[in-house]
């Protein structure tokens, strides 16, 4: 692939044709500037792009040059032309000709890094090669001149045989030659000169690899002038940041840092967003008239309303307007007209609103999550992380890369499936997104809270333990799994490590941002409608069939109802009466009878049906369990939310046969199977995304809940044994 | 001068790489970083994973990859026609 033929097919002298845009494509190895100079050109109105098969994200946007609008393309960083990672790929398939849908860009911007020419050249050399109109940028030239390089431009032109520019994309300079380089190859095209690096590097028998290299080392002595001790400051930082024994400390210190920072940090927003979606919800609730007020309005009002909701979902999806999808709007959009308005009032509150709500809550925790991966990796330091941690990786089977998305997956699944994309070979990233979301992320922490206090509410101690219990059993069986699916299905040693050590850089702060609002905006357009979905999707489940009036009530409830008529006391017995009513119409609602249908399955692991419905219901996200169980038990949503007398009520529920339904067992079995269970739509949506077919998406539900299954069933089981029960 | 292997090397100096007993992608990962025939390694933190700097920049090399490269002592630092690869520390 490295000596890939000519692409002579193309008259080289014939101007652009002005019918199609021109393409511009930045190249180059990783961190050389390729993204900032990106935005310098294109302003920031970026977009991405991916085409089908695994995910990989293009960033695309356009320039005018001369008034004359050309596209210009960000190709992911790669080393050469014969790629590893499944984005290395991309850009390889694109220079060369063989993607299947993009073309050979017209212009090839090749950025390289002018603190470190020698290494850089080696693409230089490849590209040549493909015989590509092509300009290369010296970026970084402000980082080489504070570090005293000396480059002679002209001369490493003619050497090159195509036009050189120094650039440095964070200060701008540079930046207006640039375009006026492009803007001569767009309107005339430059003969490709014929250099004497064709005939080093295609001569040569044996090694191409090497034969490139000795050009780049000749090159590189003929113009560049490099002053001895040139990394003294990355290589004192590195003596202690690499070392067997500081390097980990230091490695533990900064990861325990950040992850203390999102959690601390995110807090504040999460509460904020709590509270401006419960605020939303009540006014939108008090909106909605208590009756239909004018049917000629109201149809069409509601009607609106659902096709507004439709678009903006569409939108941020970037779901195009097809006929299927047009349809589906419609049809949905005049079933919810015909609604009854309490139905209407419940689906807005409850199901839209409390979806979108769902979306945003994440959001904190992910964007500080992206921030500190984006400042940690432009830094450098994320390289000497992987290199830390690749000893202990390796022993099952994963990189040091995995490393990071592993601890990400403790805040939230999602952004650590995202963060995956590190892992240069494909089936240890495949692997990694297998395995992360069976890490604790911050959603099963009020699980684990309510299940602990409802054991062991008296004892700090035992919760503490359960906590740290729960923690590990999440990581020692991501690692197992990681483990055995290394040894059968995804067969193959991990990839050994090499991996360049960059130069410490103080990270730009614009690039950082950006890369955090890309995160987030891809995140809410692929897991967002996802969110979305499932909870009016729930919410459905949970409401209809709506139970009819002359419906028997169940003999629980009936007795209940009867107590407190018994008990009297006016106004807390019509909020009583409500909360029982709200009982018996989820048990008659699909909801319920799932959870009843659900019975035999999970039995053996301790739940009753009314666990079944909380455990059905959290798969939008799993602390809506929390919720659910106030619901089921009669207790009301709004007490959910006071843990303690949740728990107290909880705690007092009795089976038929007198037994407690929350036993120790049962808890144990519970909090095993949350520790354990996929559980999480959205987070499917992602994996689905990220591997580029359902197929990965539904191996990863299934093994989960089988795995948790098994160790419920186990727990369970043993706790009965051990009278527990 | 005797042939041994990268992995063999325990302590910083320079070598010269003789040849890459690996393939696939393996192969491919570290000749494209410039560990292929005839260019200088300077090894500067032995160990598993290693350092080493090779063409002007650091990279960090597993052991197990390390273990496939056939190198040669480079008796005087005069013989090397690389000055990056050569100063030390
Ligand atoms: N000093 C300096 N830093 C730069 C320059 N261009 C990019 N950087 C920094 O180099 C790092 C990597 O940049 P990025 O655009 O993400 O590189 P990419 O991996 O090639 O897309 C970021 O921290 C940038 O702020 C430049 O011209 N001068
Ligand atoms: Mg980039």
Redesign the pocket.
């Known amino acids: 692939m490295s000596d890939a033929s000519p692409q002579g097919a193309q008259s080289e002298f014939e101007p652009l044709r002005a019918a199609h845009q021109t393409r511009i494509a930045?190249v180059?190895?990783?961190?050389?500037?390729?993204?900032?100079?990106?935005?310098r050109l294109t302003g920031l109105r970026a977009k991405t792009a991916n085409y089908p098969g695994i995910t990989v994200d293009l960033r695309r946007g356009a320039m005018s040059l001369d008034h004359r609008r050309v596209e210009v393309i960000?190709l992911p960083?790669t080393y050469s032309l014969d790629s590893i990672s499944p984005e290395e790929k991309v850009a390889e398939l694109i220079l060369t000709g063989h993607h299947p849908v993009e073309p050979v860009p017209d212009i090839v911007v090749l950025?390289i890094d002018?603190t470190n020419l020698e290494r850089n050249l080696f693409l230089v050399s490849e590209l040549l090669d493909l015989r590509l109109q092509m300009v290369v940028v010296l970026?970084?030239?402000?980082?080489a001149e504070?570090l005293d390089i000396k480059i002679q431009v002209a001369q490493l032109s003619e050497q090159l045989g195509c036009p050189v520019v120094p650039?440095?994309?964070?200060?701008g300079?540079g930046i207006d030659v640039l375009k006026d380089r492009l803007n001569e190859l767009v309107t005339g095209r430059l003969p490709i000169l014929m250099t004497d690096h064709s005939s080093c590097t295609a001569g040569c028998s044996g090694c191409t690899f090497s034969a490139r290299y000795d050009w780049a080392a000749k090159v590189s002595e003929a113009t560049v002038t490099v002053p001895a001790n040139l990394d003294d400051r990355t290589a004192t930082i590195d003596r202690l940041v690499t070392n067997p024994v500081i390097g980990s400390v230091t490695f533990v210190a900064i990861m325990l840092g950040v992850f203390y920072l999102i959690f601390s940090l995110a807090s504040v927003p999460m509460d904020l967003i709590d509270g401006v979606f419960a605020t939303v919800g009540g006014f939108v609730d008090q909106l909605i008239p208590a009756s239909n007020v004018s049917v000629l309005l109201w149809y069409p009002l509601a009607g609106m309303v659902s096709i507004l909701i439709f678009f903006g979902s569409y939108q941020a999806a970037g779901i195009q307007w097809t006929k299927t999808s047009v349809a589906v709007s419609v049809v949905v959009s005049v079933l919810v007209a015909c609604m009854p308005i309490d139905d209407f009032r419940s689906l807005v509150v409850d199901g839209v609103v409390a979806g979108v709500g769902g979306i945003v809550i994440f959001l904190p925790q992910i964007c500080i999550l992206f921030f500190f991966i984006?400042v940690l990796?432009?830094?450098g330091y994320m390289a000497r992380a992987a290199f830390v941690m690749e000893r202990l990786m390796q022993r099952v089977g994963l990189p040091g890369k995995a490393f990071v998305p592993m601890l990400s997956a403790h805040a939230c699944a999602i952004p650590g499936i995202m963060a995956a994309r590190a892992i240069e070979n494909w089936r240890d990233r495949l692997v990694t997104i297998l395995v992360l979301p069976l890490l604790t992320c911050s959603a099963r922490l009020p699980v684990y809270a309510m299940i602990t206090a409802l054991l062991f509410s008296d004892s700090p101690v035992m919760a503490a333990v359960v906590f740290v219990s729960a923690y590990t059993l999440g990581i020692v069986a991501a690692l197992l799994s990681a483990w055995c699916l290394k040894k059968t299905i995804l067969k193959g040693e991990s990839v050994p490590l090499v991996i360049e050590l960059p130069p410490y850089?103080?990270?730009?702060?614009?690039?950082?941002l950006t890369?955090v609002m890309e995160r987030a905006a891809l995140f809410v357009r692929q897991a967002g409608t996802v969110i979305l979905l499932i909870s009016v999707v729930l919410w459905a489940l949970a409401t209809y069939p709506k139970m009819p009036d002359e419906a028997p009530l169940s003999f629980e409830a009936a007795e209940r109802i009867a107590a407190l008529r018994a008990a009297g006391d006016g106004e807390t017995l019509a909020v009583e009466i409500d909360r029982v009513m709200a009982q018996e119409s989820l048990a008659w609602s699909f909801a319920g009878r799932a959870g009843k249908l659900m019975e035999p399955v999970f039995a053996p692991l301790g739940f009753d049906w009314k666990i079944n419905i909380g455990v059905i219901s959290s798969f939008a996200a799993r602390e809506v369990v929390v919720s659910t169980l106030a619901i089921v038990y009669g207790i009301g949503e709004d007490m959910a939310e006071d843990e303690a007398s949740l728990v107290e009520i909880l705690r007092r529920q009795t089976r038929a046969d007198g037994g407690l339904v929350f036993s120790t067992a049962t808890g144990l079995s519970l909090l095993v199977f949350f520790v354990l269970a996929m559980q999480c739509l959205p987070t499917q949506a992602v994996t689905r995304r990220e591997t580029g077919s359902w197929k990965w998406a539904a191996f990863q539900l299934i093994y989960m809940t089988v795995l948790a299954w098994v160790a419920a069933f186990a727990t369970y089981q043993i706790g009965c044994a051990s009278g527990l029960g | 001068m005797p042939a041994s292997r990268l992995s063999d090397v325990l302590s910083p100096g320079t070598v010269r790489c003789v040849d890459v007993e690996c393939e696939g992608e393996a192969m491919i990962r570290l000749k494209r970083m410039g560990i292929c025939g005839e260019r200088m390694i300077e090894v500067i933190q032995p160990g598993d994973p290693m350092v080493v700097r090779v063409v002007g920049s650091r990279l960090g090399l597993s052991r197990r990859l390390a273990a496939s490269v056939v190198v040669e002592q480079v008796c005087d630092v005069m013989t090397s026609a690389k000055p990056d690869a050569v100063e030390n520390e």
């Open positions: 930045l180059g190895n990783p961190n050389t500037g390729k993204t900032t100079l990106f935005n960000d960083g950025v002018a970026n970084l030239i402000d980082a504070a650039v440095s994309s964070r200060h300079t984006s990796e432009d830094s850089r103080v990270p730009g702060i614009r690039n950082t890369t």
